[in-house]
């Protein structure tokens, strides 16, 4: 059960924001408004979840990413999300679920796993050669920045998400066989 109940009657700016979140999504799931009890926490996270429009990654590499991250993290409610927005994203359901274990039958998108894993488990401490790998994989600096962001980005969610044990309203996506950061 949720320590924080969904906010039924936010004030003015929390209804806002999660009037952008429904247009955007189509409903306002419980992360949304459980935040929205705290329009400042909120609207952080509606402008990390819209700010990524302008990434030169893939909508559907930036779920993988964050799967990768919850799956580090623990997270059940991220990867139930996760999950289904990368289903709306055409990436096959086998694929996601190993994206939990940040693995992917693309080299591409393995470097860009592999590396998103490191920053989470060194928790932004990596080496040089990590960098350099991902960079060799053919990702530009910037793409490397918006990997470190979402993975950042998405820690958050996944913190929150358990700190408040947010009830899931997607369908769960189990974690139990997927291995934790240190």
């Known amino acids: 059960m949720s320590r924080i109940q969904p906010n039924t009657s936010p004030d003015a700016k929390?209804?806002?924001?999660?009037s952008g979140v429904k247009k955007m999504l189509g409903?306002?799931?419980?992360?949304?408004?459980t935040l929205a009890h705290s329009s400042s926490s909120l609207g952080f996270a509606v402008a990390g979840f819209t700010g990524f429009g302008a990434s030169g990654l893939s909508s559907g590499l930036r779920?993988?990413?964050?799967?990768?991250?919850?799956g580090a993290n623990g997270c059940?409610?991220?990867?139930?999300?996760?999950?289904?927005?990368?289903?709306?994203?055409?990436?096959?359901?086998?694929?996601l679920a190993n994206n939990l274990n940040a693995k992917s039958d693309d080299a591409k998108t393995q470097a860009a796993l592999t590396f998103a894993r490191k920053v989470v488990d060194a928790r932004g401490h990596v080496g040089d050669g990590?960098?350099?790998?991902?960079?060799?994989?053919?990702?530009?600096?910037?793409?490397?920045?918006?990997?470190?962001?979402?993975?950042?980005?998405?820690?958050?969610?996944?913190?929150?998400?358990?700190?408040?044990?947010?009830?899931?309203?997607?369908?769960?996506?189990?974690?139990k066989n997927v291995a934790k950061a240190a």
Do not use: W
Request: proline share 2%.
């Open 27 to 33: 409903s306002t799931p419980n992360m949304f408004t």
């Open 14 to 18: 929390s209804q806002d924001l999660l």
């Open 130 to 175: 990590d960098v350099q790998a991902v960079r060799t994989a053919g990702y530009s600096d910037s793409e490397i920045l918006d990997i470190v962001t979402i993975v950042a980005f998405n820690t958050f969610t996944n913190y929150i998400n358990e700190v408040v044990k947010t009830d899931i309203d997607f369908p769960l996506v189990s974690l």
């Open 76 to 95: 059940e409610y991220c990867a139930s999300a996760h999950t289904m927005l990368g289903k709306m994203n055409k990436i096959a359901e086998n694929e």
């Open 63 to 70: 779920e993988q990413l964050a799967l990768t991250v919850a």
